[in-house]
């Protein structure tokens, strides 16, 4: 899965065999853990994370997130998710978002606009370049970083 950031220029990556153990281990009444909500969730807040990590959202940055998943653009906008895992992500970065004097919204677009922009692309092949944008491969140490930044909720 990737996110694409063309304001800040930064686009990463991140493989599924990071993700998909971290999304299983997460403390959560979700039965599906791998559904495509789960990942494009995730996506937004490492977005976010990731951004601030490697300092591309200056204070006072209004940043846009955009989305093509309905159920992802919905949660956001109401501020909670189904699940308990997802809504302790979005309010630890909403916390994260506004300790660093910047604000987020979501916009919804559709997938042919996601496509038409190379973001899509980045969660079925893996780049080196996008749109003249480096891609940065997320290696299982940078990942660690975020979630233990978060301190998600696990099983034991």
């Known amino acids: ?53 490697i300092g591309r959202f200056a204070p006072g940055t209004l940043i846009e997130l955009r989305t093509d998943n309905t159920a992802v653009y919905h949660a956001w906008r109401n501020g909670r998710c189904r699940y308990a895992a997802q809504s302790y992500m979005l309010d630890r970065v909403s916390a994260l978002t506004e300790s660093m004097g910047c604000h987020f919204e979501i916009t919804w677009v559709n997938t042919d606009m996601m496509k038409a922009s190379g973001a899509d692309a980045l969660s079925r092949n ?4 996008i749109n003249g944008i480096p891609v940065t491969q997320i290696c299982p140490s940078t990942f660690g970083n975020f979630k233990n930044f978060f301190r998600f909720p696990r099983y034991d």
Not at 45 to 50: E, R, T
């Open 1 to 53: 899965m990737g996110g694409l950031c063309t304001s800040a220029q930064f686009a990463f990556q991140i493989s599924h065999s990071l993700v998909n153990p971290f999304l299983r281990s997460l403390q959560d009444r979700n039965p599906f853990p791998h559904i495509i909500y789960n990942g494009e969730n995730l996506v937004q807040v490492f977005m976010l994370w990731y951004g601030f990590h």
């Open 126 to 129: 893996r780049f080196r370049k």
